[in-house]
Antibody, heavy 120, light 108 residues
Framework: EVQLVESGGGLVQPGGSLRLSCAAS????????MHWVRQAPGKGLVWVSR????????SYADSVKGRFTISRDNAKNTLYLQMNSLRAEDTAVYYC?????????????WGQGTLVTVSS | SYVLTQPPSVSVAPGQTARITCGGN??????VHWYQQKPGQAPVLVVY???DRPSGIPERFSGSNSGNTATLTISRVEAGDEADYYC???????????FGTGTKVTVL
């Protein structure tokens, strides 16, 4: 059974940093591209970042580029999102998602999400 | 940047058909995926590559894509279909992934 379990969310002050983790199981993690998607309270889904299967290629939404870094450890079956210079508008539930195929594939499995709150 | 526009809400009686549109410039040239999200839950993929269904998704869910509009159709709507629905594509010009604005489906 495919499982994605996020952790690392919490309350952080503006300007602070946080690292999210997504532990994967039930599939060959190293074969799949992975994404982070966020959802502010009461709002829609917003794509954040993508990493390819071996970690050599990444992409970021304009709103987080230069502040967030996506990475992965295929030996540990874990996806990460390092978030720096956090702003109030980064407050959201952050989901990790597996993508089927590459580039234009669908997000076929999602984690349950972890809440990040940026507030003083 | 590429924009996907959905109607904010669609209301439908049980047993009837719900159609949710997703508008985007020449969206017919892209692969469109659809997700269902119920309150407090993670999204679930219901249609991928315009019209294919993942295993476990009822045949009542179907999709089409042409020109500037993609459509998710839910036939014989049930109370359990009440949820938010999002379309999604990959924008090759920016290598960004784009979600639609979302549509809340209410079963009357």
């Amino acid at each position: 059974e495919v499982q994605l379990v996020e952790s690392g969310g919490g309350l952080v002050q503006p300007g602070g940093s946080l690292r999210l983790s997504c532990a994967a199981s039930g599939f060959t993690f190293s074969s799949y591209w992975m994404h982070w998607v966020r959802q502010a309270p009461g709002k829609g889904l917003v794509w954040v970042s993508r990493i390819n299967s071996d970690g050599s290629s990444t992409s970021y939404a304009d709103s987080v580029k230069g502040r967030f870094t996506i990475s992965r450890d295929n030996a540990k079956n874990t996806l990460y999102l390092q978030m720096n210079s956090l702003r109030a508008e980064d407050t959201a539930v952050y989901y990790c998602a597996r993508m089927s195929g590459s580039y234009n594939g669908a997000f076929d499995y999602w984690g349950q999400g972890t809440l990040v709150t940026v507030s003083s | 940047s590429y924009v996907l526009t959905q109607p904010p809400s669609v209301s439908v009686a049980p047993g009837q058909t719900a159609r949710i549109t997703c508008g985007g410039n020449n969206i017919g040239s892209k692969s469109v995926h659809w997700y269902q999200q119920k309150p407090g839950q993670a999204p679930v993929l219901v249609v991928y590559d315009d019209s294919d269904r993942p295993s476990g998704i009822p045949e009542r869910f179907s999709g089409s894509n042409s020109g500037n509009t993609a459509t998710l159709t839910i036939s014989r709507v049930e109370a359990g279909d009440e949820a938010d629905y999002y379309c999604q594509v990959w924008d090759s010009s920016s290598d960004h992934y784009v979600f639609g604005t979302g549509t809340k489906v209410t079963v009357l």
